[in-house]
């Protein structure tokens, strides 16, 4: 036992009071201010920078601006700075010490001795007491800093003018500071406002020196006052003035013979700047002006980036402009600050820790790999801490203070870490410990909840609950734990809980670490703590109670939930587990296995069921189904399925079985609940905990699926397992059912495929195919016609038949009895492409046969298009009369009379003469309007004969895209034609929309039918303009209704707009909005009092009037608004929130109704009353279930920061402004 205590080792008491913030120009404490400072890179950045900047003589602006978060120790260096100019009085010994101990002091001071400078005056301020100088220009701060350099009083203003008069113009400064006069010298007198002006006029006529002066008489020094008075001014003291005022010093300090700059520092800018714009101005004209006129070296600090408050404020930033000559300062690192303030030893103190910490055991913490720590290698500066710990402990503070907080690590920068680390020497008497005590964190965990707010109340009971249910040990390691699982950077292993609960230096750390691991036991055991036995060492962490609550509601969710959800969620995971395999329920796929092409097939899943002994038939793939259920249900469903489909009546062909254990299920059952009950909000230990349950639940089915047995109707045996034989397995399938299928080897292009297909069988194209599919399709590629193959069978199929549906033909592939089943859509696709494009059939759609080659193509490209098909099997002439007859129908609007095609070709020549111009007119038209795909030149230039008096060729006529094209003309001309085409005033109509209503449903609409991808039809562009007529109308008609209750007699938008003219001027709208906005914070009416302005005025409303503002939804709140400022028995709704409110913020300020009630008080937007009455009801059952339930200390089901039922289903039947409502259409697609 000794009478040594931990306080005898410290240089200074760890007792000791806080100094207040640092002030730049307090310089008292200078030789503290350097023991205490920590160089970083950034600050010796600063000062390189610096050093050059004094040391130029250029016309480069010469300022720089520090910009660093609170307590990161700018103002400490500006401090240092001012000191290490050696101009500071009293202090001129104390610079050469800043430059031997620091390097970027020593570069600095090197650079001024090197420089024009023989003295280097700081004139440093603080803004940060922003009231202090609310009345002083900036200009007049720094003259006044001149004043204080120089020594002359500045207090009167007029006494700091007066005597800087005195002295650059005649000298007699300092000769009026030696007098004596009635006992008094000036300083004395300055302090007796009433004695000053006497003393002065009393004093200087009778002083030395004064002779031919204007203070040689009573008189003369009266007028010298009032002249400093007139010239200094508070609020109107200019940076030209100061200006002139630092030249005229600088001139006549040189008369020395000696070179004098002023060093401007102004610390805290951005806090003096503040949101006040004005205040930024005259910063920026401030220095500006010195700039411009001495360019003195200015030194800025501020929180904020000098060039953001430019961009705010001003709204342009130039990159070249003095005011982005910014420097970063990171300050040194908060547990530094509190080792070289606090923690710093006495010499002798420091060879006392030296000692203790050589017998001491290794309670150095193991790092995770990513932690961002660095080690200092201190561990005597950082005791009675260990090295790691004031690390730690800023983390851990970091943490829990930006729990609801979005916030960067600096946030704890500062002061925070240093009061709670005073705090221990003080509350918790640390002070008076025997050396050798080290700090345990449970006791850190003590000290931050006594000490702060930041240890959430569950976090409290937990730790209650531990105390009630553990010992001592169990209660110090659930501390522990609580505390690192704020950050990521410690392992919580039980090597790194046990060192950081070791409490002296004399620990018995393995005894200590086999009490901690007994710990562990109990605490897991008792449903505390878990463990992560993946992580390798073994982790641990403390269950909050949220989680332990959380969980107990997701067991009775979990319980509850319907058998329909459970096996929907489970063929859900399943698929997941394989989707570039597994297929939706009974969707059909295609893809190449085990060597067969474009193999079909299909899943269907049985859950948790029987499966059905009648299957639905499907003949256009293989079908494999999914049985997932407990075992004894897997072994009657295995043969009911087998005795179903075995035969050439069976349906299904593979049968894949998975069993699912009933652990398996409840997890199941526990993820679908979790996903329900988890809120976007949650915290971030309920998300690991679903991303580790759902993480073990897929890996689990995806286990089961790789390993599930298949089966076949014929083979009482497996076929094996998914993983390895489901291709194979399925391949036999389609090669056993479907004999007689079809496969393309080359993938169809159906547009370009078709193009080539018309040119081969022309004789001009290539065949697109290979050889195979050639011999396949039946076709000699030399000399390009039909032969044997698919396609003669084909038409052999269909010999005598006229016309056949495509409906009939898919049958072929996809029906009951089709011939060739399990044949894709590509294959078909290319067939009847073939045939058509040998002239052995013909594709009809709405009874008009399809000439162009790529359109037939587009048209296989989709099942549903095929069905919507005719293939006609006696095709006339391609050459011949059909496409003609197309291509007049197309253009005329009606089909040829007659079938003479050279009196057809006749009349169209006389058309084309007749109507050349509009035709001309028309095809410039689409050429302007559209996108260059859709054009009319090949139809202008097959017309063009006879636009001139010939007669056009019909081979030319009927060639493509010509066909294409007159069908395009078809829909374009009565768009363009007429003296007023309905083109231009569809745009017409659509300007107004975009100028009015951007952002309209309507507009978008409007916009999308012009641009010009496709040609619209007549119809859809004048149903467009009707409903844009009307959604105008709509618009001003509400107002009026919002604004008077009734509808509007008038229809016109003049008459509408005159209706709500005359309902501003009826009604005084004004004094309701003022009563509204009185009691009511947040909302605005500006459009309805520019509305009520226009309508006083000699000025009409106009649309324009309504549609820029936001009258409409204004009006719609006011309306909101009267109802809850209506009278009611309990007093208006509004006033009902209010005060629910400040007893749910009293009593529950976190309730989840709370926040509710807050957000319908805030706005912007209002609450409708129905919202408002529900609120209340809301609110009042909280209220009463409180104060039923504050006797009942079991009641831990819910958690009070949740939300109730009724809450939850006021959110959905009532969800607020700017919710997201998502509408899940595809469950009724399944």
């Known amino acids: 036992m000794t009478d040594t205590t931990l306080e005898s080792l410290f240089a200074r008491s760890p007792t000791r009071e806080l100094e207040e913030v640092q002030k730049v120009n307090e310089v008292g404490q200078a030789e503290r201010d350097i023991d205490e400072f920590y160089e970083t890179d950034s600050a010796r950045k600063v000062l390189t920078e610096l050093g050059e900047v004094v040391n130029s003589t250029g016309s480069q602006p010469r300022f720089r601006y520090v910009h660093a978060t609170f307590g990161s120790g700018k103002t400490h260096l500006l401090k240092l700075i001012g000191i290490a100019t050696g101009e500071i009085e009293g202090l001129e010994t104390v610079a050469p010490k800043l430059s031997s101990q620091f390097s970027g002091f020593k570069e600095f001071r090197d650079r001024l001795n090197s420089s024009h400078i023989d003295h280097l005056v700081p004139l440093f301020m603080n803004l940060l007491d922003r009231d202090k100088v609310r009345d002083s220009t900036l200009s007049l701060l720094i003259y006044e800093e001149l004043g204080n350099q120089l020594n002359y009083p500045t207090d009167p203003l007029w006494l700091l003018e007066w005597a800087w008069t005195l002295e650059v113009e005649h000298g007699l400064w300092e000769a009026v500071r030696s007098v004596e006069h009635d006992g008094m010298s000036i300083q004395e007198a300055a302090q007796d406002k009433a004695a000053l002006r006497p003393w002065l006029y009393e004093a200087l006529p009778e002083m030395d020196g004064t002779d031919g002066t204007p203070y040689a008489t009573k008189d003369g020094v009266r007028e010298s006052i009032e002249q400093a008075t007139g010239r200094i001014s508070t609020e109107a003291f200019t940076p030209d003035e100061l200006v002139e005022r630092l030249d005229r010093t600088k001139r006549y300090l040189q008369e020395s013979g000696e070179t004098?700059?002023?060093?401007?520092?102004?610390?805290?800018?951005?806090?003096?700047?503040?949101?006040?714009?004005?205040?930024?101005?005259?910063?920026?004209?401030?220095?500006?002006?010195?700039?411009?006129?001495?360019?003195?070296?200015?030194?800025?600090?501020?929180?904020?980036?000098?060039?953001?408050?430019?961009?705010?404020?001003?709204?342009?930033?130039?990159?070249?402009?003095?005011?982005?000559?910014?420097?970063?300062?990171?300050?040194?690192?908060?547990?530094?600050?509190?080792?070289?303030?606090?923690?710093?030893?006495?010499?002798?103190?420091?060879?006392?820790?030296?000692?203790?910490?050589?017998?001491?055991?290794d309670f150095e913490l193991e790092l995770a790999d990513a932690s961002e720590y660095t080690d200092v290698g201190e561990p005597v500066e950082a005791?009675?801490?260990?090295?790691?710990?004031?690390?730690?402990?800023?983390?851990?503070?970091?943490?829990?203070?930006?729990?609801?907080?979005?916030?960067?690590?600096?946030?704890?920068?500062?002061?925070?870490?240093?009061?709670?680390?005073?705090?221990?020497?003080?509350?918790?008497?640390?002070?008076?410990?025997?050396?050798?005590?080290?700090?345990?964190?449970?006791?850190?965990?003590?000290?931050?909840?006594?000490?702060?707010?930041?240890?959430?109340?569950?976090?409290?009971?937990?730790?209650?609950?531990?105390?009630?249910?553990?010992?001592?040990?169990?209660?110090?390691?659930?501390?522990?734990?609580?505390?690192?699982g704020q950050v990521d950077a410690v392992p919580t292993t039980k090597e790194n809980i046990t060192r950081l609960l070791v409490s002296s230096v004399d620990t018995d750390i393995d005894q200590l670490e086999s009490d901690v691991e007994e710990a562990l036991k109990a605490l897991m055991e008792d449903n505390f703590v878990r463990t992560d036995e993946s992580v390798q060492p073994q982790t641990y962490r403390i269950l909050s109670k949220e989680i332990v609550e959380f969980w107990d509601q997701i067991h009775r969710e979990a319980a509850g939930l319907p058998q329909h959800q459970v096996r929907y969620n489970i063929e859900d995971l399943l698929r997941e587990a394989d989707r570039g395999r597994l297929t939706a329920d009974d969707s059909l796929r295609t893809r190449n296995i085990d060597g067969i092409s474009d193999a079909p097939y299909t899943f269907r899943y049985t859950v948790l069921d029987q499966v059905d002994s009648s299957p639905e038939p499907r003949f256009d793939g293989v079908v494999a189904r999914v049985l997932a259920a407990d075992p004894d249900t897997i072994e009657e469903s295995r043969t009911r399925w087998q005795e179903a489909n075995v035969g050439d009546q069976g349906v299904e062909d593979v049968l894949i079985v998975i069993e699912l254990s009933e652990g398996l299920r409840e997890s199941i059952r526990h993820l679908i609940a979790l996903d329900k009950l988890l809120e976007p909000g949650a915290s971030a230990e309920l998300r690991i905990e679903q991303q580790q349950e759902e993480e073990t639940v897929e890996d689990e089915i995806e286990e089961l699926l790789y390993g599930a047995k298949l089966y076949t109707p014929d083979h009482n045996t497996t076929r094996g397992t998914y993983l390895s034989n489901i291709d194979s397995v399925l391949a036999d399938a389609v090669r056993e059912k479907f004999e007689n299928r079809k496969t393309l080897d080359t993938r169809l292009q159906e547009v370009d495929d078709a193009r080539t297909l018309f040119e081969f069988f022309n004789g001009n194209g290539t065949w697109p195919f290979s050889s195979d599919d050639a011999e396949m399709l039946g076709v000699k590629t030399v000399p390009r016609e039909i032969s044997d193959g698919w396609a003669e069978e084909f038409l052999n199929d269909y010999a005598g038949e006229e016309l056949v549906s495509g409906e009939t033909v898919l049958e072929e592939i996809a029906g009951r009895r089709g011939k060739y089943l399990g044949t894709p859509r590509e294959a078909l696709a290319a067939l009847l492409i073939t045939l058509a494009a040998a002239n052995k059939i013909e594709i009809r759609r709405d009874g008009v046969r399809i000439e162009d080659p790529g359109e037939i193509g587009r048209v296989m490209r989709r099942l549903s298009d095929i069905r919507d098909i005719d293939i006609g099997f006696d095709p006339v002439d391609i050459e011949g009369s059909s496409n003609l007859k197309a291509v007049y129908q197309s253009l005329r609007g009606f089909a040829p009379q007659g079938n003479d095609p050279t009196a057809w070709l006749s009349n169209l020549a006389s058309w084309a003469e007749k109507n050349s111009s509009g035709i001309r007119n028309i095809c410039a038209r689409v050429d302007l309007e559209f996108d260059e795909e859709i054009t009319l030149d090949a139809l202008r230039d097959a017309l063009e004969p006879g636009m001139a008096g010939g007669e056009p060729d019909d081979a030319v006529l009927t060639e493509s895209p010509v066909p294409t094209q007159a069908e395009w003309f078809h829909k374009a001309e009565p768009l363009f034609e007429g003296e007023e085409p309905l083109w231009d005033e569809f745009n017409s109509t659509l300007e107004t929309m975009r100028s009015l209503y951007p952002d309209a449903a309507i507009t978008y609409k409007m916009e999308d039918a012009v641009d010009g991808s496709r040609i619209p039809s007549k119809e859809s562009l004048t149903k467009l303009q009707t409903e844009a007529q009307d959604f105008r109308t709509s618009q001003i008609s509400e107002l009026y209704h919002l604004l008077t209750g009734t509808t509007p007699e008038g229809d016109s938008i003049s008459e509408l707009c005159s209706a709500v003219e005359q309902a501003l001027l009826d009604q005084d709208i004004i004094v309701e909005i003022d009563t509204v906005t009185e009691t009511i914070s947040g909302v605005n009416f500006e459009s309805l009092r520019e509305l009520d302005e226009i309508?006083?005025?000699?000025?009409?409303?106009?649309?324009?009037?309504?549609?820029?503002?936001?009258?409409?939804?204004?009006?719609?709140?006011?309306?909101?608004?009267?109802?809850?400022?209506?009278?009611?028995?309990?007093?208006?709704?509004?006033?009902?929130?209010?005060?629910r409110y400040e007893e749910l913020n009293s009593e529950h300020s976190d309730a989840f109704i709370t926040k509710q009630v807050k957000r319908a008080l805030s706005g912007p937007d209002l609450v409708t009353p129905s919202r408002a009455e529900a609120l209340v009801k809301q609110a009042d059952a909280k209220l009463q279930s409180e104060d039923d339930d504050e006797d009942d200390e079991d009641d831990d089901d819910q958690d009070d920061d949740g939300p109730s039922a009724d809450e939850l289903w006021a959110e959905v039947t009532e969800p607020g402004d700017g919710t997201i409502v998502v509408i899940d259409t595809e469950e009724g697609d399944r």
């Open 260 to 361: 004098y700059e002023f060093l401007i520092g102004l610390d805290e800018v951005a806090i003096y700047v503040g949101d006040q714009q004005h205040r930024y101005r005259e910063f920026l004209e401030t220095v500006d002006t010195l700039i411009a006129d001495i360019n003195p070296p200015i030194l800025g600090t501020g929180q904020w980036s000098l060039r953001d408050m430019q961009q705010d404020f001003m709204g342009e930033v130039d990159p070249e402009a003095w005011y982005t000559n910014e420097i970063p300062l990171r300050g040194a690192d908060t547990e530094i600050i509190v080792r070289k303030r606090w923690l710093r030893k006495s010499d002798s103190g420091a060879n006392t820790v030296h000692d203790l910490l050589e017998r001491a055991p």
């Open 383 to 484: 005791y009675p801490f260990r090295e790691h710990d004031l690390w730690l402990l800023r983390e851990v503070m970091q943490s829990l203070k930006k729990e609801d907080l979005e916030v960067d690590r600096e946030y704890v920068q500062g002061r925070a870490l240093l009061i709670l680390v005073r705090s221990l020497f003080t509350s918790f008497d640390w002070s008076q410990k025997e050396p050798g005590a080290v700090v345990a964190w449970d006791e850190i965990y003590d000290l931050i909840e006594r000490e702060t707010t930041d240890i959430p109340g569950w976090a409290k009971d937990q730790i209650q609950k531990v105390e009630n249910t553990t010992d001592e040990m169990g209660v110090s390691v659930a501390k522990v734990l609580y505390l690192l």
């Open 1095 to 1139: 309508a006083a005025s000699a000025d009409d409303i106009s649309e324009s009037d309504i549609a820029s503002g936001n009258a409409v939804s204004e009006a719609s709140q006011l309306e909101e608004a009267r109802g809850l400022l209506e009278d009611q028995p309990n007093g208006p709704l509004y006033n009902q929130l209010e005060s």
